[in-house]
């Protein structure tokens, strides 16, 4: 009796600790961005494109317009139980080229610096209303008869 009592305690302390250890927030990094001692290796003027990625690595985006800068971005991402998760630190460094893809700046961004940017659905309507393609294409199935293939009408 002593046994299974004590056996019973054990039980529910064990369960005790493995529910109280998934209430615990865990923290994610996700992506890179090259530490300080490595930025100090490129230089404003003299390095290309290439060689940053030689020294810096692989950017993680690129600039939509002419190749415009390369994008580092490091996220730490906090995960708490069934909440939402939530970014809790962001760094955006920027490294920006010339037209001949020399750099001319890099740049430093943190989670203050951001701004929320509100996405919008763009819808292009067409002037057919509400016919999918697909009734459009079986649309005439059933009005042809067979005066009309004949031409006899």
Known sequence: MQGRIIGLKAA?????LLFLGACVAQHRSHGYVPPEDVLSEIVVGVDTRATVEDVAGVPSTTGVQNDSGFYYVESEVRRFAYRKPEVIDRTVLAIS???AGVVTNIERYGLEDGRVVPLT????????????FI???????GRLS????LGDG
């Open 97 to 99: 080229f010339d037209q």
């Open 135 to 141: 009734r459009k294409l079986f649309g005439n199935v």
């Open 121 to 132: 659905r763009r819808i292009t309507r067409t002037t057919d209303g509400d016919i999918s």
């Open 12 to 16: 529910i302390g064990g369960a005790a």
């Open 146 to 149: 067979a005066a009309d293939l």
